[in-house]
């Protein structure tokens, strides 16, 4: 089983604060997507990373993937209420399913 | 926006009854996908689906669970007995293709209570 582990668990940090989040595997990904998921309702993707040492920039969130593709950061820039959510990292399986983490649970406090 | 839409969006029922938990994906979309996330654990993944047949299946999908899509629109989740580990939120997903970098969309969820 190809686990992936996401640190911290939880996050708790005031609005305006910086912060990075973060997602391992021991074993190579071919493609790394984030997601947020909101309490009850569905993930929704954030980012799709697939090149080793890539950066996307999607305002002030900022995903990096490791070179050797088995790791992937998420930092966001002065954090907003609004980025509250659990996020989760997911790889692509043979049969395009997808393997989430466990999750970082971020709350951004007012 | 295209979404996928899900119901229902609770669903209570007695252990040992079946229960079908629907699903309509985003039209043009192609691959179809059932999720579970019990309380408080991971998201995992159920079954996919393509071409009116199961691609992939886990552990979890077992005799108990079926697949179907009935017309051109709906795409169901059966469970035919369940017991009270089933409980769970249920998502549906869909993606228009199976390339590496396609996204997969995700229905709101239904949660199914079995009691």
């Known amino acids: 089983t190809q686990l992936l582990e996401q640190s911290p668990q939880f996050l708790s940090i005031q609005e305006g604060e910086n912060l990075t989040v973060y997602c391992n595997s021991s074993?190579?990904?071919?493609?790394l997507q984030w997601y947020r998921q909101e309490p009850g309702e569905g993930p929704v993707l954030l980012v799709t990373v697939v090149t080793g040492g890539e950066v996307k920039k999607l305002k002030r969130l900022t995903f990096q993937f490791g070179d050797a593709r088995k790791d992937s950061s998420l930092h966001i820039t002065a954090a907003q209420p609004g980025d509250t959510g659990l996020y989760l990292c997911t790889r692509r399986g043979s049969a395009r399913q997808l393997t989430f983490g466990s999750g970082t649970q971020l709350t951004v406090l007012p | 926006e295209p979404e996928v839409t899900q119901t229902p969006s609770h669903q209570v029922t007695q252990m040992g009854q079946e229960v079908i938990l629907r699903c309509v994906p985003i039209?043009?979309?192609?691959?179809f996908y059932w999720y579970r996330q019990i309380l408080g654990q991971k998201v995992e993944f159920l079954v996919s689906f393509y071409n009116n047949e199961i691609s992939e299946k886990s552990e979890i999908f077992d005799d108990q669970f079926s697949v179907e899509r009935p017309d051109g629109s709906n795409f169901t989740l059966k469970i035919r007995s369940t017991k009270l580990e089933d409980s769970a939120m249920y998502f549906c997903?869909?993606?228009?293709?199976?390339?590496?970098?396609?996204?997969?969309?995700f229905g709101p969820g239904t949660r199914l209570t079995v009691l």
């Open positions: 074993s190579v990904f071919s493609s």
């Open positions: 039209s043009n979309h192609l691959y």
């Open positions: 997903a869909s993606s228009s293709s199976g390339l590496t970098t396609d996204t997969q969309y």
